[in-house]
C-alpha cells in the first residue's frame, strides 16, 4: 500500500471536469510539506504538472489546478481532453519515513 | 537546458548487481540533489533515495537500506545507482530525476529511464 491514496481510475467525457483526491497524514500533507503532481503518459518518464500544492511550471495549462487541505490534496482537470488520458501522481515529503512518498496513481480515462 | 540521460536497459540474474548511471547536463552538476525513483511493470512510482553530488551524502529508503548504493563522478557530471542482491521484484525501470539546490522539493527534471529485468 502507498503511504498516500489516490483512486485508481477516474473517467469523463471530453469537456467536463474531474478532480483526483490524494490522501495522506499528520506526517506528510498534514504537515508542511508540499504537493506535487505528475502526470505520466504510457511508456514516458514521469512530468511535474503542479508544485507546492498550487503551482504549474511553465507551458502546463490552467485547465490543471491543485489545492490542499489538511491531510488532503486534490487535482483538477476541466475541458478534458483526449491528449489528457495519462496516469497521474501525487508526491509529498514524509517525515515519519524520512523520505519522499508517492500515492499509487490515478489512471483517467477520456470517454 | 537540464538534461538527463540515463543508462541502457540490462538484463540480471537473481543474486546479481546492476549499476544505472544518469549523466546531467545543462547545469553546476555539484549543486542539484539527484533522486532514484523505480516503477515496477504496471504499479507506481517509488522513491529510493536522494545523493547530494557536491558532497556525496546520501539518503535511501529504508526498503532499500543495506542493498542500493548511490554514488558520483564530479569529473563526467554522473550519478550512479546500484541495486544488489537482485530479486525478480526488482524488475523495474529506474528513473533518475532532480528537484534543483533544494532538498525538498518537486522533481522538475526526469532521465527518460532504465529497464532492469531480473531473470534467470
Known amino acids: 500500500q502507498s503511504v498516500l491514496t489516490q483512486p485508481p481510475s477516474v473517467s469523463g467525457a471530453p469537456g467536463q471536469r474531474v478532480t483526483i483526491s490524494c490522501t495522506g497524514s499528520?506526517?506528510?500533507?498534514?504537515?508542511?510539506?508540499?504537493v506535487h503532481w505528475y502526470q505520466q503518459l504510457p511508456g514516458t518518464a514521469p512530468k511535474l504538472l503542479i508544485y507546492?500544492?498550487?503551482n504549474r511550471p511553465s507551458g502546463v495549462p490552467d485547465r490543471f489546478s491543485g489545492s490542499k487541505s489538511g491531510t488532503s490534496a486534490s487535482l483538477a482537470i476541466t475541458g478534458l481532453q483526449a491528449e489528457d488520458e495519462a496516469d497521474y501522481y501525487c508526491?509529498?515529503?514524509?517525515?515519519?519515513?524520512?523520505?519522499?512518498?508517492f500515492g499509487g496513481g490515478t489512471k483517467l480515462t477520456v470517454l | 537546458q537540464v538534461q538527463l540521460v540515463q543508462s541502457g536497459a540490462e538484463v540480471k540474474k537473481p543474486g546479481a548487481s546492476v549499476k544505472v548511471s544518469c549523466t546531467a547536463s545543462?547545469?553546476?552538476?555539484?549543486?542539484?540533489?539527484i533522486h532514484w525513483v523505480r516503477q515496477a511493470p504496471g504499479q507506481g512510482l517509488e522513491w529510493m533515495g536522494i545523493?547530494?553530488?557536491?558532497?556525496?551524502?546520501?539518503n535511501y529508503a529504508q526498503k532499500f537500506q543495506g542493498r542500493v548504493t548511490m554514488t558520483r563522478d564530479t569529473s563526467t557530471g554522473t550519478v550512479y545507482m546500484e541495486l544488489s542482491s537482485l530479486r525478480s521484484e526488482d524488475t523495474a525501470v529506474y528513473f533518475c530525476?532532480?528537484?534543483?539546490?533544494?532538498?525538498?522539493?518537486?522533481?522538475?527534471?526526469w532521465g527518460q529511464g532504465t529497464l532492469v529485468t531480473v531473470s534467470s
Open positions: 508526491q509529498s515529503y514524509d517525515s515519519n519515513l524520512s523520505g519522499w512518498v
Open positions: 507546492g500544492n498550487t
Open positions: 499528520s506526517s506528510n500533507i498534514g504537515a508542511v510539506y508540499d
Open positions: 530525476a532532480t528537484g534543483g539546490t533544494e532538498v525538498i522539493t518537486a522533481f522538475d527534471y
Open positions: 545523493i547530494n553530488p557536491s558532497g556525496d551524502s546520501t
Open positions: 545543462g547545469y553546476t552538476f555539484t549543486t542539484y540533489y
